[in-house]
């Protein structure tokens, strides 16, 4: 099985955005972004369009890496501003998750930004990157997990700030990070 590689480095974006479908305004969760584009789940239907208007809000999210763990134990998105994108994105792949019964009106579609600014654009650049150092610094911390009770904490939280759930399994949350950051810039 080959690897191949993308052509927009992704992240990880687990928030709610609205999207138009004619008259109407629809919520979907997003799962990931890059700056080609956004995948999206959650959906309460597939739009009628090919091309439809998004916005959603991005946390102007730090590198944490030089956070004390202090400083990381108070962390709140609400001291981050955020940044509103708004943008029009094409259709360009539907999936259906399964045909279970459990999963068979569950969709996930990936829309490809034809326009947005080019201050959004880089504020999406910003945050995958962004996104991307601390999930490297989440690594290194992990490697290290036994090293002292310090990185421990540290480990733990900054899995939390990047949205990873809390677990008893350290060995789970390192399976996890990694898939992540091979899912980043690999198919």
């Given at each position: 099985?080959?690897?191949?590689?993308?052509?927009?480095?992704?992240?990880?974006?687990?928030?709610?955005?609205?999207?138009?479908?004619?008259?109407?305004?629809?919520?979907?969760?997003?799962?990931?972004?890059?700056?080609?584009?956004?995948?999206?789940?959650?959906?309460?239907?597939?739009?009628?369009?090919?091309?439809?208007?998004?916005?959603?809000?991005?946390?102007?999210?730090?590198?944490?890496?030089?956070?004390?763990?202090?400083?990381?134990?108070t962390f709140t998105y609400e001291i981050f501003s955020r940044h509103v994108i708004r943008a029009t994105a094409?259709?360009?792949?539907?999936?259906?998750?399964?045909?279970?019964?459990?999963?068979?009106?569950?969709?996930?579609?990936?829309?490809?930004?034809?326009r947005v600014s080019d201050q959004d654009s880089r504020c999406i650049e910003e945050f995958v990157g962004n996104?991307?150092?601390?999930?490297?610094?989440?690594?290194?911390?992990?490697?290290?997990?036994?090293?002292?009770?310090?990185?421990?904490?540290?480990?733990?939280?900054?899995?939390?700030?990047?949205?990873?759930?809390?677990?008893?399994?350290?060995?789970?949350?390192?399976?996890?990070?990694?898939?992540?950051?091979?899912?980043?810039?690999?198919?």
């Amino acid at each position: 099985m080959k690897d191949y590689q993308r052509r927009h480095l992704r992240a990880p974006f687990r928030e709610d955005i609205l999207f138009a479908d004619g008259p109407y305004v629809l919520k979907a969760r997003a799962i990931n972004i890059s700056e080609g584009g956004i995948l999206l789940s959650e959906i309460p239907r597939i739009p009628r369009k090919d091309e439809v208007p998004v916005i959603f809000a991005l946390t102007k999210l730090p590198a944490l890496k030089n956070f004390s763990l202090l400083k990381l134990q108070t962390f709140t998105y609400e001291i981050f501003s955020r940044h509103v994108i708004r943008a029009t994105a094409r259709i360009v792949r539907r999936e259906q998750l399964s045909t279970s019964l459990d999963n068979i009106f569950k969709v996930r579609v990936g829309l490809e930004f034809v326009r947005v600014s080019d201050q959004d654009s880089r504020c999406i650049e910003e945050f995958v990157g962004n996104f991307t150092a601390n999930l490297i610094f989440l690594q290194t911390l992990l490697d290290s997990f036994n090293t002292s009770e310090e990185t421990r904490l540290k480990a733990r939280t900054l899995a939390q700030i990047l949205g990873y759930g809390e677990t008893d399994r350290i060995a789970e949350l390192r399976s996890t990070v990694t898939s992540d950051y091979k899912g980043l810039q690999w198919l």
